[in-house]
């Protein structure tokens, strides 16, 4: 059987403008919670990936009409049915788990596949069930393959969340919009992401106060209306082509980017001696090479984002020393390394940090083993010498827009073929 792969024959100079899409991780939330609606929504800005259309497939088996154009989604929910969501699909994309608290929260029952996803380690859904039984749901983990969730009435709660998870802040924000009282979640997520579901929301009737703080409130309503949202820029496909530009960028303008969410990367690249130059909407951004070294920590937003640790790595290897990146959200993030090895980078990962030292990256048959290990494979390709042959791109297609297209525009020698697997 036939696989795609993508080949970089790397050390070209890219020169140009990247048009940044909407957010992946806002998309990927705002898609379910249309179904909480009672009358058509329209998304504009949305990502043309195939995490949208697996999310648009699923509203299709609830019997909810839709029609997705390019960027633009229409959703009309007014003939949904409550039906059990199919395990394949669900298994595809973990942000499936949204479509738990959207369901819950118009329906209050659901069954569901459980949800997969990039393979990051260890990320259990605990914070979302718990979230849901303070609700007043009950959960039934018994099946293997699938979770039933339901409640007689979702009653508002105060929920303190041990850790602090985007994926279940949003999630519970959801199941909470239509729940009876008033909602508080403590040691919430900041992320812009939650801020933008929050936004969606309450364009359709919900009353959310707090989104982007440690503490969300939320006051149940009992019905939403329909609306029409923008997405926000994505931040994470922003930062990679920043990475991009600052590996081999001539002069790249980014446009379309919120450069407030991007200052923790913007920091650390300064750091290294990118020169950036900032706009409003915009920014500009050249290699300077070699780099001084720099130390990174992943942390929640608004420190340095776990899905930029892996673009960002290829980076150290130019610079003038050693550099470490220590990994707090998903300590096992790190199955790129084996990869950049391959490619004869002098890298090694030990309980949670990476030591990545000055080498010149040669060519090599690399795999993706998730999203943002794709990403950093392309960065270490294009600053390799020689042909570098990525496998397992799917993953890479889960997150980034027409991304080969793009990087040839920008000047990149890089191509797509089918292999016998």
């Keep these: 059987m036939a696989q795609e792969v993508i080949k970089i024959r790397g050390g070209q100079t890219l020169k140009g403008s990247v048009e940044i899409n909407g957010a992946k991780n806002s998309s990927v939330a705002i898609i379910p919670a249309t179904l909480m609606a009672e009358a058509p929504v329209t998304l504009d800005g949305l990502p043309q990936i195939s995490d949208v259309e697996t999310l648009v497939s699923l509203l299709g088996d609830l019997n909810i009409k839709t029609e997705l154009n390019g960027t633009t989604l229409s959703v009309d929910p007014t003939q949904i049915e409550n039906a059990p969501l199919p395990n394949n699909k669900v298994e595809s994309l973990r942000a499936s788990y949204y479509m738990m608290g959207a369901m819950l929260g118009r329906f209050k029952k659901c069954v569901i596949g459980l949800p997969g996803g990039c393979p990051l380690g260890p990320r259990p859904i605990d914070q979302h069930i718990k979230g849901f039984k303070a609700l007043g749901a009950t959960v039934d983990e018994s099946s293997m393959t699938s979770m039933k969730i339901e409640a007689d009435r979702l009653i508002g709660a105060n929920i303190y969340l041990d850790i602090v998870s985007v994926g279940a802040t949003i999630n519970i924000m959801l199941a909470a919009t239509r729940a009876e009282g008033q909602t508080i979640i403590e040691n919430a ?47 994470i496909e922003a930062g990679t082509y920043m990475c991009i530009a600052a590996a081999c960028g001539e002069s790249i303008h980014i446009d379309n980017i919120i450069p407030k969410h991007m200052e923790p990367l913007t920091v650390k690249l300064k750091e290294l001696g990118v020169t950036i130059e900032t706009g409003d909407d915009y920014m500009i951004v050249q290699a300077a090479a070699p780099y001084k070294s720099v130390d990174i920590k992943t942390l929640v ?121």
Excluded at 303 to 309: E, M, N
Excluded at 320 to 348: A, C, D, W
Excluded at 354 to 380: H, N, W
Aim: hydrophobic share 40%; proline share 5%.
């Design 189 to 235: 997520a900041k992320e812009p992401e939650v801020v933008d579901v929050a936004n969606f929301l309450n364009s359709m009737g919900a009353k959310i106060t707090g989104a982007g703080t440690s503490s969300i409130k939320i006051v149940g309503v009992s019905h939403l209306h329909g609306s029409r949202h923008a997405i926000i820029p994505d931040r």
């Design 301 to 421: 937003y608004p420190g340095f984002a776990t899905d930029l640790q892996q673009p960002i790595t290829p980076l150290l290897f130019l610079a003038n020393g050693p550099s470490f990146v220590t990994e707090t959200i998903y300590p096992e993030r790190f199955r790129h390394v084996q990869e950049l090895q391959k490619m004869n980078g002098l890298i090694t990962a030990d309980r949670g940090t990476a030591t990545v030292k000055p080498s010149q990256l040669t060519g090599a048959e690399v795999y993706a083993s998730d999203l943002r290990a794709g990403a950093c494979l392309i960065v270490a390709g294009l600053l390799a010498e020689g042909v570098t042959t990525i496998y397992n791109v799917k993953h890479i297609y889960r997150g980034y827009t027409d991304i080969v297209k793009t990087l040839k525009a920008l000047g990149a020698d890089i191509w797509t073929e089918q292999v016998e697997a």
